[in-house]
Each structure stands twice: as structure tokens, then as C-alpha cells.
């Protein structure tokens, strides 16, 4: 038998049940799982009103995980639980998925910190190179850098060869972090800020040319940061979390010959997300990269769910097996 936290309604926070242990199909290999982030996804999913559709119930929820195969080795794996109907995730104590979805990971990685990571900063270091062309010297704002994919942002940006990183945050706890992590200023995104007032302070803590937007937020700070970007710069934008709609003016696009492109992970190849995952974990495991995160035994999990659902958890929220 192994444990498993089941969510048997959407809406509800998922609770720990004991069911017998998975056994590999073909093409399948068992993972004892040591760590599981509690994702947005996750959350988005299991609401029922992801452009998923509702998934089916009960399900065990968990789109990755962290752990080790038979023979001791560490991986990263992903599932497509709360997506597909009748696939359960990674937040079980043993797990079955299929060996195109595991991947091995240096040794030396922590495996906590690993899983805070995870397809976030998959999400940061792919955006900014695929989507965004990141080269050497680039100057690059980093929007909704409090979040796990605006703090490894920041970072990767760095560890890509940006000379300076410009981050924007709301909280002043969330600008004082992107500047430990290597922001060279951090400003404020104000509840009344209007499109012209925040490219202002923009433009004003810029070191030059803007080369680069890494944009997790969309709404009235990529407006914003699109009027800053030198002529032919870029905008890549993967999320929604400042407004689904952007006052974009076509002028702004048109006048700078300025490229806004689209990202999301589900574009990535099993072989280029096992690449990103594998600069992501060599960076965590020499110390260069990090994320806030929170580790809760997983007899929490409800109440570790119901927190990271209500925004209130400090950082990202690593379920510990």
C-alpha cells in the first residue's frame, strides 16, 4: 500500500488516503517520491475551470514531482494529472509515469529546492532564451519578479549573460529580494500606476537601451514596458496575473518594430524541457540559482493546499514524503 493525497470534489483541498501501489505499464517506471511542489496549475486545475475542463474525481493532483528510481538515482517527472481524464500526479509516496516524462538530475541537487523549481524556472530560463533570444549584454525587465518565475528570472537572466537586470514587484519584501538575487533596482507596481506613469520610473532606473521583457503579469506593466524597449526589442509574455487584457497601442508595436511573443511550456519538446530542467538543476546544484519556498510534511497537505490557494504561503509550498 502507499499514501496518496486524493481530491475527491473539485474546489477541495485533497486528503491523504491509502491505496494500493501503482504498477508500471510498459513504457512506465516506478518513482518513490521524496518532494512535490504545490503548483498554480495544480490549483487552476483541481478549481474545475481550467480550459482543461473539469477533471474527473476522485484523482490524485500533482503535475511533477521529485525523486528516486529502484536504483537510487535522482529525477524530475512530470505528469499530466487534473489535464487528462484518469491519470493521477505526483502527490503520492510511489508513483507511476511514463520514462519519457522522467528526468535524471545531477548529483549533488537538492531535491526540495529542485521541486520549488521546477517547470517555473523551466518557464524563466525558456522564455527568456527560446522566446526571448537572451544574448550577452542584453539589459532585461523582469515583470512580477516576487513570483517563483520572476525570482528565477532574475536570476537565469543574470546566469545568461544579461549586463543588468531592472525587476518590478508589489511588495517592498518582493523588491528587496529580486535585488539579493541580483536585480540592479527593483521598483514598485502601484495600484493606481497608468501606463504612461510607470514607463516613466521605468525609463528613469534604465541604464541605457532596453533589450528584453520577461512579462509573467501582461495588464498595464507590459504596456508599460513595451514603450521602453529599444527599437526591435522584445516582449515575451507568460501569464496574466496583472489582467488578461493589455492597453497595447499599435503605434508603440509599429513605431519600434518591437516583437511581443507568446510563451507557454506546453510548446517545449520532452527533449527541450529535459534541457532546461537539466540547467536549472546544474545551476541549484552549485549554489547559483534559487527560489522562496515552504517545506510541509505531507499530512499537511490540506492545510498547505488551502494556504497556497489563498496566496498566503511563503513562497512556493514543497509537499516533503
Not at 532574475?154 to 549586463?163: E, I
Not at 501582461?218 to 501569464?239: E, I, K, S, T, Y
Not at 510541509?296 to 516533503?320: E, K, N
Amino acid at each position: 500500500m502507499i499514501r496518496a493525497a486524493v481530491l475527491n470534489a473539485c474546489g477541495t483541498p485533497p486528503t491523504i488516503t491509502e491505496r494500493p501501489a501503482p504498477v508500471p505499464n510498459d513504457g512506465e517506471v516506478a518513482v518513490t517520491v521524496e518532494a512535490v511542489p504545490i503548483t498554480p496549475l495544480d490549483l487552476l486545475c483541481a478549481s474545475g475551470t481550467s480550459y482543461f475542463g473539469a477533471p474527473s474525481t476522485p484523482y490524485v493532483p500533482g503535475v511533477q514531482g521529485v525523486g528516486r528510481l529502484a536504483d537510487g538515482s535522482a529525477v524530475w517527472f512530470g505528469t499530466s494529472a487534473g489535464m487528462r481524464s484518469g491519470v493521477d500526479g505526483s502527490m503520492a509516496t510511489t508513483v507511476a509515469v511514463p520514462s519519457a516524462d522522467v528526468v535524471a538530475l545531477p548529483s549533488g541537487v537538492p531535491l526540495t529546492l529542485l521541486a520549488a523549481l521546477g517547470l517555473s524556472a523551466v518557464a524563466a530560463h525558456a522564455a527568456l532564451t527560446h522566446g526571448g533570444g537572451l544574448t550577452a549584454g542584453e539589459q532585461v525587465i523582469v515583470l512580477g519578479a516576487g513570483g517563483v518565475v520572476g525570482q528565477a528570472a532574475v536570476q537565469l537572466a543574470l546566469l545568461g549573460g544579461a549586463r543588468r537586470v531592472i525587476a518590478v514587484a508589489r511588495s517592498a519584501s518582493a523588491r528587496v529580494r529580486a535585488e539579493e538575487l541580483g536585480a540592479a533596482v527593483a521598483i514598485p507596481l502601484l495600484p493606481d500606476d497608468d501606463v504612461a506613469s510607470m514607463a516613466d520610473r521605468l525609463r528613469a532606473v534604465a541604464d541605457g537601451p532596453v533589450d528584453l521583457v520577461l512579462d509573467p503579469v501582461f495588464g498595464v506593466p507590459a504596456a508599460a514596458a513595451l514603450r521602453v524597449l529599444r527599437p526591435g526589442g522584445r516582449l515575451v509574455n507568460l501569464g496574466s496575473a496583472a489582467g488578461a487584457t493589455a492597453p497595447i497601442e499599435s503605434a508603440v508595436l509599429r513605431g519600434g518594430s518591437l516583437r511581443l511573443v507568446g510563451y507557454t511550456n506546453n510548446g517545449l519538446s520532452t527533449a527541450q524541457r529535459a534541457a532546461a530542467l537539466g540547467v536549472v538543476a546544474g545551476h541549484a546544484a552549485a549554489g547559483r540559482l534559487t527560489v522562496d519556498h515552504e517545506i510541509v510534511p505531507f499530512d499537511s497537505v490540506a492545510d498547505a493546499w488551502a494556504r497556497q490557494d489563498a496566496g498566503i504561503a511563503a513562497g512556493r509550498i514543497v509537499l516533503a514524503l
